[in-house]
């Protein structure tokens, strides 16, 4: 996983010198070339390269140099901070005339109180990044700052010893170990720290092993490890969260050159569909715009399982990763690689697992994102505003098995149909019926039991469709039910309580204590149909469907067969369904022919 973000970094050049990070600046404080401040200039969206400390700044007597808060540049109180910041700023000014202008404004206290009061003019919060500017030049961008960092940060760093030196496990080089790693940015929307989080830690003695002690449990040099930050820091930007994950992805090569299709020169946000205005010229950025291009259509894989929609074949390697935070840790639930081929054919297993009748009977459910089937995994609320919130708390766990499942094309864990079951128990039990007065399962619960019996338990019968040839009774069982339901719904469309919202928790779990009950109550209900073709119609299916389910009735159904119950149930609904609306096609075809006649 190092080595494959190590080499992106240097495919897409985004590598950055040993203690630099791209970091936004809120604001900058402008100055003129004779010291005089002239007012502040807004930014907070270009990235700048600066120099960085790493966890050191993280301590209460040390501070990032050249940009830093508010808080740090101007003190209420003089702090080991503040006097940290202002002492690099003057050694920096021993080298660079524009920094040597920035120390005297700050030493000025009319100038440090001006602009003190235009930031809070302009509304700059204390935790904001800040910088100088001078005669219009950025402090961070002067020539003389990259040699000065270079020498000047060495006086924060730990002797290394010839005796610990080992090899990089990221370039294979003999180096002395970096003793911590500088924390990467963009997991706080999935329980990471708004510091950042550490890719390798081992502070805890349970983390270390053979021994060893603290990086030397990893060892990595510094500059093989700033690459790898800078294009995890890159890649976590665009990356999608998803129930308490974040889906870092990306490509590993550029494509051909001699493909006919020539590449478009705009590319635009690699996770959204707005298009980038820049545009640059094909012949001199190709190779980076096929990297770019290539992390779209890797993009569109991951998408492709969020959204249900497939993706077209593409050549060569992928990466996925997903990640969470954890205490200030960066928590690697998944890294998975491979060829796209073996990759698009499980996702086409995927979706065609999914396949499923929707509940009018008129075809396949439409595809859904990957977030609305993973809502159907949660307990059932009535009123849920804060449902995506359950998602990050409650399933973190099972959204990793899941996603392995789906890009490889495994069985899914049993924890998926206990919930769906629990949802579909729910909804048939407390749901009002519809307007024509039925009660049908929920279409995305139904499809994650049959993926789920598919390919934990090789269910090959099941289809999109009722299938009336299926060999397991329990299957018929769900199918009589629904058969039951509609049956008392043609004979009472008015009825309070429904035979579905009475019975169908317990003749899903218990059915030879239900199914005798149930049966009674049909003779009624066809005895009160005045269509007797109708009557006939119910009768003969009903037979049909006791024939397939032979003279043993189970008394309790495990977590498999319940499963089948719900989907015999919920497609013979469907054929229901279905079958209703071509009579009133029918109907209303013939009053029409009839009118017109």
């Known amino acids: ?57 993280n301590g ?35 080298q660079e005339p524009l920094a040597e202008i920035c120390c005297k404004a700050l030493d000025d206290p009319q100038c440090c109180a001006d602009m003190a009061a235009a930031l809070e003019q302009h509304k700059i919060k204390s935790s904001d990044r800040i910088s100088f500017m001078v005669d219009n030049i950025y402090l961070v961008e002067c020539p003389a700052v990259e040699a000065w960092w270079e020498t000047y940060r060495h006086q924060f760093q730990k002797p290394g010893q010839a005796k610990d030196a080992s090899l990089c496990l990221i370039t294979g080089q003999t180096t002395i170990p970096m003793a911590t790693v500088p924390p990467n940015a963009g997991l706080a929307v999935v329980g990471g720290h708004p510091r950042g989080d550490a890719l390798i830690c081992f502070d805890k003695p349970a983390f270390c092993s053979y021994g060893l002690k603290k990086s030397a449990n990893a060892p990595v040099s510094e500059e093989a490890f700033a690459q790898v930050k800078v294009a995890l820091d890159t890649l976590l930007k665009d990356a999608p969260p998803l129930a308490g994950i974040k889906f870092v992805h990306w490509y590993d090569k550029p494509l051909p050159k001699q493909l006919p299709d020539p590449l478009p020169p705009i590319f635009g946000s690699l996770l959204s569909d707005e298009e980038d205005e820049e545009e640059s010229g094909p012949e001199e950025e190709y190779d980076r715009a096929v990297m770019v291009q290539a992390r779209r259509d890797a993009d569109s894989l991951v998408r492709s399982v969020e959204s249900g929609q497939a993706v077209a074949d593409l050549p060569n390697r992928y990466y996925i990763l997903l990640l969470s935070g954890a205490n200030g840790r960066v928590l690697v639930r998944q890294f998975t690689q491979g060829s796209y081929e073996e990759l698009k054919a499980n996702l086409d297993r995927w979706y065609a697992d999914l396949r499923l009748v929707n509940a009018s009977g008129t075809g396949d459910l439409k595809p859904v994102k990957l977030a609305a089937r993973l809502i159907r995994l949660l307990k059932r609320q009535n009123s849920d505003k804060k449902v995506f919130d359950r998602l990050q708390k409650e399933l973190p766990g099972l959204t990793t098995p899941v996603f392995y499942a789906i890009i490889h094309g495994t069985g899914l864990p049993d924890s998926v149909a206990v919930r769906a079951l629990q949802r579909i128990r729910s909804q048939m039990r407390t749901e009002d019926p519809d307007r024509n007065g039925q009660l049908v399962p929920d279409p995305i619960s139904c499809q994650w039991l049959k993926v789920w019996l598919i390919r934990t338990h090789k269910e090959a019968n099941l289809m999109s469709e009722y299938n009336p040839n299926h060999p397991n009774p329990v299957y018929h069982i769900g199918a009589m039910v629904a058969v039951y339901a509609e049956l008392q719904r ?45 009557a006939d119609a119910y009768a003969s299916r009903l037979a049909d469907i006791s024939a397939c389910i032979g003279d043993q009735i189970p008394t309790v159904l ?40």
């Open 60 to 94: 209460t007597d040390k501070s990032n140099l050249l940009v830093e808060k508010v808080s740090v540049v101007f003190p209420a109180e003089p702090s080991p901070k503040s006097r940290f910041f202002r002492e690099g700023l003057k050694d920096l000014g021993t």
């Open 490 to 534: 043609r004979a009472y469309p008015n009825v309070n309580v429904t035979v579905v919202q009475r019975f169908f928790a317990s003749a899903q779990q218990t059915p030879a204590l239900v199914l005798g009950r149930l049966a009674k109550m049909s003779t009624h209900h066809l005895a009160k149909l005045e269509n007797k073709a109708a």
């Open 558 to 597: 495990a977590l498999p067969e319940q499963s089948l119950f719900a989907l015999g149930y919920y497609q013979m609904s469907a054929a229901l369904n279905s079958e209703r609306r071509a009579r009133l096609t029918k109907k209303a075809t013939n009053e029409k022919d009839h009118e017109e006649e």
């Open 1 to 57: 996983m190092l080595r494959a973000l190590y080499d992106y970094a240097k495919r897409m050049d985004l590598v950055l010198p040993a203690g630099y990070a791209e970091k936004t600046i809120k604001a900058f404080l402008c100055l003129t070339g004779d010291g005089r401040f002239v007012g502040v200039r807004i930014d907070g969206v270009t990235p700048f390269r600066c120099p960085d400390i790493g966890s050191l700044a």
